[in-house]
Structure formats: C-alpha cells, structure tokens
T-cell receptor
Framework: EPEVTQTPSHQVTQMGQEVILRCVPISNHLYFYWYRQILGQKVEFLVSFYNNEISEKSEIFDDQFSVERPDGSNFTLKIRSTKLEDSAMYFC?????????????????FGPGTRLTVL | TQLLEQSPQFLSIQEGENLTVYCNSSSVFSSLQWYRQEPGEGPVLLVTVVTGGEVKKLKRLTFQFGDARKDSSLHITAAQPGDTGLYLCAGFSGNTGKLIFGQGTTLQVKP
C-alpha cells in the first residue's frame, strides 16, 4: 500500500543552524502539507502546497520556513535558522486531487514524522 | 478561527467496557477525519465522515458525524488492550484542505 515517507526520523541540530526535512508523498497525490506537533500539544498546520506553490500558510510559518518540491517526488521543509522552540515532531501529509467539498478526496495521509531537537 | 474540542482528554478503562469520545466545534466542517496515533509515530487515518448524520463502522469502532456537521463521536464497543492509543479528530478546513486537529483523547485499556 502506498505511504508517505519522511527522512530523517530524528534530527538534532544546534540553535541557529539550518535544517531540511524531507518527505516523499504518495505518488498520485497533488496536495502536500506540513504539520508540527510540539510534545504534549495538538497537531498544528504549517503550510499547504499545490501546483508548485504555497496555497496557504499559518502564522507559525514565518520567513524562517520555506518549502520546495525540487523534483517529481520529494517535498522539503527548510528551517533557515532554528530556534529552541522549533523542537517538535514534523509531519508531512499528502492528499489526492479533488474538490474541497468532501469525500474521500479530503483524506490526508501522514508520514511517520521527523523528530527535530534544537539544542 | 475554527477549533475542535475533544473530550475526554484521558480515559482509562477495563477491557470489555464501552466508551465514547466526543469532538465538538462551533464551526461547520465539510468533512471530519479520525486518526489514531502511537507514541513517536504519525497519525494513521481511521475514517472520514462527510454527510451530516453519517454513521460508519470499523469493526468495534462506530463513528458518527453530527447532523449539522459541527460534531462527531467515536464509540468503541468491548474495548481491548490493543485499542490503547491517542485518538485524534481533525476537520477539513477551507479550499486548501488543511486539517484542524483536536487536542486528542488518550485511551488506556487495561487487561
């Protein structure tokens, strides 16, 4: 069964360093998302990406964050200068195309996550 | 701002008991998804409900979407230790399809 994959599973970095989190969405999906989950808190939306551009971003997704789909399979999240408060689980998700009004097209499938620890 | 409130946040029961988890909002969602999440892993999709009043069953799990599409419930019959985990509801929001998550319900089923 197709699945979303993410690498690395765990990333430790020093404050101020740049990190790139990588995701391979399900192959026939066209909508891509990044979410994060700080330990003990709810899953929070960061950004959505469609047709090679950001379609929506949250307040969390400031100028330190960027996303890219460098080729036909990878979807990356870059944090330019990490802060202590960026420590969290980061999840990539993908959804196949369809209308926004409901149905199976709304189903998002999540990867296993990357645990980012900023020291 | 759309919010989803889940209750209870924590539930500890004995094997064989029934339980219900609630997911409530003041906003209407076009669809709502239930996920289960294990520690250190990503959410795994259980079901999507779309139509107001819809009921879906997945073995011993029954999911219901409220008539007004503002609330949902998850009912587990005869809970088993293997049902232990974090259950999340998430509402489909806006044209971009971002998900708004509830804070989750941690279920512990004791043998």
């Amino acid at each position: 069964e197709p699945e979303v994959t993410q690498t690395p599973s765990h990333q430790v970095t020093q404050m101020g360093q740049e990190v790139i989190l990588r995701c391979v969405p399900i192959s026939n999906h066209l909508y891509f998302y990044w979410y994060r989950q700080i330990l003990g808190q709810k899953v929070e939306f960061l950004v959505s990406f469609y047709n090679n551009e950001i379609s929506e971003k949250s307040e969390i997704f400031d100028d330190q964050f960027s996303v890219e789909r460098p080729d036909g399979s990878n979807f990356t999240l870059k944090i330019r200068s990490t802060k202590l408060e960026d420590s969290a689980m980061y999840f990539c998700a993908s959804r196949r195309t369809g209308t926004a009004t409901g149905g199976a097209y709304n189903e998002q499938f999540f990867g296993p996550g990357t645990r980012l620890t900023v020291l | 701002t759309q919010l989803l409130e889940q209750s209870p946040q924590f539930l500890s029961i004995q094997e064989g008991e029934n339980l219900t988890v609630y997911c409530n909002s003041s906003s209407v969602f076009s669809s709502l998804q239930w996920y289960r999440q294990e520690p250190g892993e990503g959410p795994v999709l259980l079901v999507t409900v779309v139509t107001g009043g819809e009921v879906k069953k997945l073995k011993r799990l029954t999911f219901q979407f409220g008539d007004a599409r503002k609330d949902s419930s998850l009912h587990i019959t005869a809970a088993q230790p293997g049902d232990t985990g974090l259950y999340l509801c998430a509402g489909f929001s806006g044209n971009t399809g971002k998900l708004i998550f509830g804070q989750g319900t941690t279920l512990q089923v004791k043998p």
